[in-house]
């Protein structure tokens, strides 16, 4: 589970390559994405997801791993390798926004994040090809985030009354 492009002892590499979750193979993203669901439960229940707080936490999220993201390519030298999962992180985190809190909307939100962040449809494609850097491998994951919450968001009133 070591990947010789990657310093864990670099604090930069070791939240970019999702604390080591990024060097499972194979899935890595899958396995980031899997990652990011503790660190999600512990500030969820810290501050909510539907707060002012949450979603500075987002934009923070963002900003930070647009810098973790970039200088850990540039550090490996291959640009969006798929060990880097700060994205997934924070595509999931977005996709978990002003939602319930419960396991069932957890397991909802990690298939539909997956699905997006994997087949990449219009314009996510077109932003993971075309914009390069720090903030290239970040906005495609933003994206697939987007469009797994507004799914996942506006489904609540449906979804209700299937997990009772």
């Known amino acids: 589970m070591t990947d010789k492009l990657f310093n864990l002892s ?18 890595p993203g899958t396995w980031g994405t899997v990652a990011a669901i503790p660190l999600f439960f512990a500030v969820a229940s810290l501050i ?6 949450y979603c500075a936490f987002l934009v923070i999220s963002f900003i930070v791993g ?14 969006d390798h ?8 924070v595509g999931f985190w977005i996709t978990m926004m002003f ?12 298939v539909l ?4 962040d994997i087949l990449k449809p219009w314009p996510i494609k077109l932003l993971d ?9 970040m906005i495609d994951d933003v994206l697939a985030g987007i469009f797994a919450w ?10 209700v009354g299937v997990f009772a």
């Open 10 to 27: 670099n604090p930069v590499h070791l939240l970019a390559v999702g604390f080591g979750s990024g060097l499972i193979k194979p899935a």
């Open 48 to 53: 909510g997801t539907a707060s002012i707080a």
């Open 129 to 137: 090809k075309h914009v390069h850097g720090g903030f290239g491998i």
């Open 82 to 89: 798929s060990s880097i999962v700060w994205d997934e992180f």
């Open 150 to 159: 507004a799914i996942l968001f506006f489904s609540q009133p449906y979804l």
């Open 113 to 116: 994040f997956r699905i997006f």
């Open 99 to 110: 939602v319930p809190i419960t396991w069932q909307n957890v397991l909802i939100g990690f």
């Open 66 to 79: 647009v810098y973790l993201c970039g200088k850990t390519a540039t550090d490996a030298g291959v640009h």
